[in-house]
């Protein structure tokens, strides 16, 4: 991403057989069997879980968790976070941090459909789905009742504005090229809407879990109030100053649960700084906590350290369209100079695993680890820069540490591996306030990171599809936009298979991507507030901490 682009791969959804409703086809309810009715919801898809064992799809690896207590209402929760740019603004098209997703996944807005901890899907703003044998053709029938913050009702037509908003031809919205696959969206009454899709695709509800896509108002002329603030969320929005804070209240009519009375998201950049906050009591939660300063946060009895084995990736992305760049030799022999086992132990502590410019977790369905791995190996990064006509070759990488904290001792760490190969490479310090406006995609070489996508197709589509706006290599090749196409229509499992790993080996061999590290989540939390399982696709618990968590 930029800071959030936010991981994975194509899952089959299990869906249980119903019954026949009139909509031109044959549809069918998803639903789960009744014995889990009860617990997950109606509505909520049961898929194959893809995370390797059930203890790594949440697990708390720190020590001391606390036991869940009832949730119980009160108190303002203030959290110090990393991300958070005075170039924010509530459009949801443009929003590329954590920050700003936290406000829509879980403040002033809310999705359709939520992820929980299992990775299944969940109805939010819907009451019940249905869908056509074939699932080209989905209805969706949504909760009665619901209003915005304005008190104007919640309708098909907002569902409608607010998905529209990223599919027109002139949007620079990162979900344009993943709500492609829409064919036509109709208000078939002011709570059901007809999605008819232009092939056959399965995971259709997860693209609508995406941070991108809160439920916003419309217009009178159908376009999307974004302007005005107000969503169904938890919480009326009070205050929003773009890179500092952003402050929301209790809706009293809010139509789910929520236990805090008010939420406050401070952009706190510097880690040192957020550290003092939350051991002076000033916040009660940081994210991105620093490892090389992990012990010191443990000596505090009143904080309790959480670590998620995540989706999340750190890459260094080339710019395919850019000299040298634009040579492939240039760009495998960079991956080659690059000790990813040292900046892995020296940067993140140990908190996480090496890269091999996959993007697909190892623990994602249709992950595969393609061959050759790209280990440090300066003789083999030389052999492709005399490939490539250097026998030096000098670059210029912008680092800072907005993208993850360590970026720039990640960046000074490659300096020093990659003059071993011949590349002398000269780090160019930036500001962490406008980095993902000015910096990244601008830039030829750079800093970057990626939360998780619950299907490869959502991910590979996102950044690596040639239109697609977040493609922050600009890596444009055909044969990968072929597959990708194909994919997506393909309900064969084995051949579904086949072409998600031809396009990870594609990305691997010839983009400008450098899969550096996949992280753990790591932040700091103040004992006082209670929390369940955590969601490993996003950290903050998936961007839903604001909604989920409580005061003990």
Known sequence: MCAFRDSRIALTVCIAWGWEMTLGHRLTIGSVPED??????????DRRRFLAGSAAAGLLLAAGAPALAKPKRGGTFRAGLATGSTTDSLN???????????????????MLFEIDPDFDVRPNLVERWDRSDDASV??????TGIRFHDGRPFTSRDVIASLQHHMHDKSKSPMRPVLSVIREMQAESDHAVVFRLRHPYADFLYLLTDYHLPMLPAKDDGTLDWQAGVGTGPYRLVQFRPGERARGERHADYHGEAWFDAVELVVIHDVVARAAALNAGEIHYM???DPRTLNLLKRNPAVEILEVASLSHYTVPMDCTAVPFTDVNVRTAVKYAIDRQDILDKVLFGHGRVGNDNPLAPQMKHAIDPKPVHAYDPDRARFYLRKAGHERLKLELHASDAPFAGAIDAAQLMREHARKAGIDIEVKRVPPDGYWSNVWMKKPWCFSQWGGRPTADWLLSTAYAPDAPWNETKWKNERFGKLLQAARKETDEARRTALYAEMQQLIHDDSGQIVLLFNNFLSALNRKVGHGRLNTNYDHDGGYMCKRWWFT
């Open 36 to 45: 889990r009715r009860s617990v997950m919801g109606a509505g909520a898809i």
């Open 92 to 110: 949801p098209a443009t929003w590329s941090n954590q920050f700003m997703a936290d406000l829509g996944l879980g403040v002033h807005a809310d």
């Open 138 to 143: 989905w209805k969706l029938e949504l909760k």
């Open 287 to 289: 994210d991105r906590a």
